[in-house]
Nanobody, 127 residues
């Protein structure tokens, strides 16, 4: 059984930074692709970023390129989302997800690519 637990959310002013973490259980974390999604109030959940099993490949939605960075530490079974230059439109619940199958990195931009999900952490950016 895989469990994903997000942390690091909170309230921040526009232009500020946050670092989200997602701690994963499971012996084979280093073989999973990992992704971050977000869901703003009244909107569908959307893709934010993905990282390959090795960490060598990453993929981002256009609206976060240059501001958000996904990374992973396989020794600690943890994936991160460094969020800089935050905007009010980044306000959402952020979810991490794990994908057990290997594909091209762009494959992981859709929810159906993932097998396990965390419960989310709230990020609120004030203007």
């Amino acid at each position: 059984q895989v469990q994903l637990v997000e942390s690091g959310g909170g309230l921040v002013q526009a232009g500020g930074s946050l670092r989200l973490s997602c701690a994963a259980s499971g012996r084979t974390f280093n073989s999973w692709a990992m992704g971050w999604f977000r869901q703003a109030p009244g909107k569908d959940r959307e893709f934010v970023a993905a990282v390959s099993w090795s960490g060598s490949n990453t993929y981002y939605t256009d609206s976060v390129k240059g501001r958000l960075t996904i990374s992973r530490d396989n020794a600690k079974n943890t994936v991160f989302l460094q969020m800089n230059s935050l905007k009010p439109e980044d306000t959402a619940v952020y979810y991490c997800a794990a994908a057990l199958e290997r594909h091209d990195i762009t494959w992981y931009a859709v929810e159906s690519a993932y097998d396990y999900w965390g419960r989310g952490t709230q990020v609120t950016v004030s203007s």
